[in-house]
Structure formats: C-alpha cells, structure tokens
C-alpha cells in the first residue's frame, strides 16, 4: 500500500488516509466572525470528494481583542456555536475529520480593527505588521485571560461537534511571538529558554485537557524557524516538539515563521519545510504534518517514504482547485 493511504490514529482522531487540507484564511466569514453561507459553501466545495484524511479550518480569533483581519472566524462566543455547528457538519458529510484552528493576533491586531490595543510578549515591532505600532507588553494576569479564553474556544469547538483544535503558534500571531526571540524580550518565566518561551502553548494546552478532558484532540501549528537572524535555532524546535509531546499534544502541524508561509529567496522543493519536520521528529514520536510547496501525491508519497513527514497538507493547490484531490487521487493508488 502507499503510504499516503495508510491509516493513522493520532490521539482520538481516526485518519483513512495521511492527506491533510491545511488551515488557509479565506476572509468570508460575516463581519462579526459568525459562519457565513460562503465559508459553508467553500468548505463543503473542498471536502466534498471524500479523499480527505483531516481537514483544519482556517483561525478563529477566540478574544475580540485577538482578531487578525477583517471576516476572520470567530470563536470567541456561545452566539457563535450555530454556526460553528454547521461548518462542523460540512466537513463531516465530507467524511473527514474537522479540527477547528484557534488564534490570537497579539501584536499583529490593529486597533482601528479591534478598537483594543494590541498587546504582545514585549514591545516590539512585529515584522509582519504593515502599520508598525508598537504593541504594549502583556501582563501576567492578561496571559492567564488569554489562556482561558483559547480553553474557552476549545471547550466551544467540542460543544460544535469539531473533532479537535489546533492552536496557532505560526505566522507572526501571539503565541509564535512568545516562541521566537526576535519579538520575546521578558525577562520572567515566559522569557528567555525555549522552554520559557513555549511556557504559555503549554498552558493552553493543560488549560483545555483540565476543561474539556486529555481525550479532546489538541494540535499545535508550529512557526518552527524565522529564518532571520537571532531567530528560532533548529535545537530549538526539537526541544519544543519534544515537549509538545510529553504535554498530549497529538499532532504537530509544521509552517513558518515571522514572516509566514514563505522561505528567504523562495524554495520550488516539494516539502521545502522538510529540514524543520527532521528536526521536531530528532528526538519525539509526534506525528507531523509537512507541507510547502506540495502539488501532487507522487510527491507526497516520496516525502513520505523519506520519512520526512507523518502527514501531508497540500494548501495553495487544493485552494485554486476543489477537484485537486479527485483529479490527483485518479489512478494513485494502482500506479
């Protein structure tokens, strides 16, 4: 059998298959974050082939204050749960699994968005923020409130029927500015060490597992490395995906940095954060999703069979075209 058809249990998900349609913002949601019919119409658009091993929505702010960009999803509400409840039945009749992808922008929210003020690790310029103002710093106590309010998302997405959450820690948003050393300057237990700077995902996590049980899934989407200067070292994102594990987290979902999905100068390799993959699997038995630059299963299963990868996201293929998997899929399994 081909290894991108093989089975795989991950924690208490059930995959038929290692394909995984990764988290892609489509800003359709209704102005104040509720499930609009386009996000239903496009979820049910890219799921409805059937071929799909997992599916991640794209982020849902869990705090009005955490709200990204315009139309993003939101989490943040029991208003919300109807809707949340039906993008969950999309995905099912689709024969996926859903984990819904929980966020908080940090210092990348605007406050001509929020009408809050951006706040952050440290008071740091975030490279990703076009308007370049300064977040303040977050206090303990705020910490603790934000920590609650992702369990309190989660605790919704179990509520909606969702499979599981993955919590963002990619992109430039909050939890990736905790991780990195360009934007976390604290000098208290959240500061410092990897260990440290990855202390508040891990609080998020036992924050769900002490609300909601250690049997609801919870995933994390890793911004692995910056790939800037003083950035995130490779030893670090061992050392995380180590700890990730330890904590229950069941699958670790491997992007970029501060500066999003994309590499300095580009990288056409299918797989192209395949170096991160190796270095979280160095010392973990934490299934990870590898993705960048996919196009076609060939190329999937190669990844696989290299052994850079437990799972596979295609993206930006499966995002321009919804018969992608069909079409790829046709003859796979035979050739």
Known sequence: MKHLLEPMK?????LKNRLVMPPMATNKAEADGAVSPGILDYYGDKTQSGLLGLVITEHHFVSPGGQAHPNQLSAADDAKLDGLKALADVIHRGGSPAVIQINHAGGMASSKLTGREPLAPSAVHIPRKRDGALPRELAKA??????GDFAAAARRARDAGFD??????????????????LINKRKDEYGGSVENRIRVILEIVAAIQS????????????????????????DDVTVAARAFEEAGVCV??????????????GDGQPGYFAPLTLAAKKDSRIPVILTGGINHLEEAEQLL?????????VGRALMKDSKWVEKEFAGFGES
């Not at 991950?10 to 059930?14: H, I, R, V």
């Not at 919870?218 to 490395?225: D, K």
């Not at 670790?252 to 100068?265: A, T, V």
């Not at 069979?305 to 996201?313: A, M, N, P, R, S």
């Open 211 to 234: 609300d909601i049980g250690k049997d609801f899934p919870v995933l994390v989407r890793l911004g692995a490395f910056d790939y800037m200067d003083g950035g995130v070292s490779l």
């Open 252 to 265: 670790l979902d491997i992007s970029g940095g501060q500066n999003g999905f994309e590499i300095p100068g």
């Open 164 to 181: 599981g959450v993955e919590i963002h820690a990619a992109h430039g948003f909050l939890l990736q500015q905790f991780y990195t050393p």
């Open 10 to 14: 991950a924690g208490g998900l059930s």
């Open 142 to 147: 705020e910490i603790a409130s934000i920590v």
């Open 305 to 313: 069979k290299e052994g850079k990868g437990d799972l596979i996201g």
